[in-house]
């Protein structure tokens, strides 16, 4: 199963607690951002471009556990920057499982080969490794070369220490459905535990702002990705959250359910956006006027967003709204999708809409190590 008994059944319940105290509004995953530092310098990725004395600072231990339990959410998503530079995650990653929360420990896998000692084999803790295809591909993405390599060698190493662990892979424009099919085979392969898969959202400070994909070019690439489905492949994701990036639904974007929280308190209105910050999640929930955000308000920066820490929540929402959506969410755990016309789309060329030169994209690549840009 792509994701454990226990953790679903501990979701499912705590979606239905919810549901029976007649919340509307209510957390899933607390994005818990430690830092914002970084040791690479992704085109797509906005989080770096801080000022040095922002990239300096960090949670603590005591911060990040206050800010768990105030969400009360069952599972805990640790993004960054890199969550392996901060000289406390082993802490953080502990105080979290001994509270019995399903920890997603997001890395680039640079460094987690050398840090795998720091942690102990649980039930509770995944490795989410970001690994966004094949070597080429994902290594123009992140602007490093041999940063692939590295990233295998660390996801063999936490395997065959008994971590579980899981990907995430972001594409944007040029992304070729082929290779993406082929690196589900690799990942497979090794023995990751499932994956997940998103497209990329456009973040305003990233370096690279031509190449996120719009939401007809997401839908189409999906189609062709994840139709057609191996029995093989296993997704750390909603099933119908894969149907809506593959254009099969219609979802409205549900922010709340993944609040992220930083140094600089609960972002508003969600972990891609940044309109202002509140000191409790509380606050989030009632100075933040939802209706300005999703693709139903007409707010621009929301157009293309696909994006899983909006929409999943979403879908899970709709699992347990109804005998209708938990039917349904049974159907898409086994449906392989099988689809001519996404056969198709296989034999098509590969056309991003801006034209680029890896090479030029390598050369942008920033080392941030202890909050040094060099």
């Known amino acids: 199963m792509a994701v454990p008994i226990s953790q679903a059944w501990t979701v499912a319940t705590y979606v239905l607690k919810q549901k029976i105290k007649g919340r509307k509004r209510f957390p899933l995953v607390t994005m818990l951002e430690p830092l914002f530092r970084c040791n690479l310098a992704c085109a797509g990725c906005g989080k770096i471009q801080y000022p040095p004395h922002i990239l300096k600072q960090e949670l603590t231990p005591e911060e990040c556990f206050r800010a768990v339990e105030e969400a009360g959410t069952p599972m805990v998503s640790i993004p960054g920057g890199e969550p392996l530079l901060h ?72 395997i065959a220490a008994g971590f579980r662990v899981t990907t995430n892979t972001t594409l944007f ?138 929409y999943e929540g979403t879908a899970v929402n709709y699992t347990f709204g109804s005998l209708k959506g938990l039917w349904e969410t049974v159907k898409a755990m086994t449906n392989l999708y099988p689809d001519k016309g996404a056969l198709d789309l296989l034999n098509e060329p590969v056309k991003p809409a801006h034209s680029f030169n890896p090479l030029v994209q390598i050369e942008t690549h920033v080392t941030v190590e202890e909050g040094t840009r060099v």
């Open 87 to 158: 000289p406390q995650i082993d802490k953080i990653v502990e105080g979290l499982v001994a509270r019995k929360k399903y920890v997603y420990m997001c890395t680039n896998a640079l460094l987690l080969k050398e840090k795998l000692h720091l942690f102990k084999p649980s039930k509770y803790l995944s490795f989410s490794v970001h690994l966004d295809g094949q070597r080429e591909h994902h290594d123009f993405s992140v602007c490093r070369e041999g940063g692939y390599d590295i990233a295998m060698e660390g996801i063999k190493a936490a």
């Open 173 to 310: 424009d040029g992304a070729d459905p082929n290779s993406v099919r082929a690196h589900f085979d690799d990942l497979m392969a090794v023995g990751v535990d499932s994956m997940m898969v998103a497209p990329g959202y456009t973040y305003e400070k990233a370096p690279d702002q031509k190449h996120f994909l719009g939401r007809a070019r997401s839908k189409r690439l999906f189609r062709a990705i994840l139709s057609n489905r191996k029995k093989s492949w296993k997704f750390n994701a909603n099933g119908l959250y894969l149907e809506f990036i593959m254009g099969k639904r219609d979802f409205r974007c549900t922010p709340w359910a993944m609040p992220a929280y930083s140094i600089f308190g609960w972002q508003k209105p969600c972990y891609l956006l940044q309109d202002g910050y509140a000191d409790t999640y509380q606050e989030l929930l009632d100075s933040t006027d939802w209706d300005n955000y999703g693709t139903e308000s007409g707010n621009p920066k929301c157009a293309n967003c696909m994006v899983h820490s909006g």
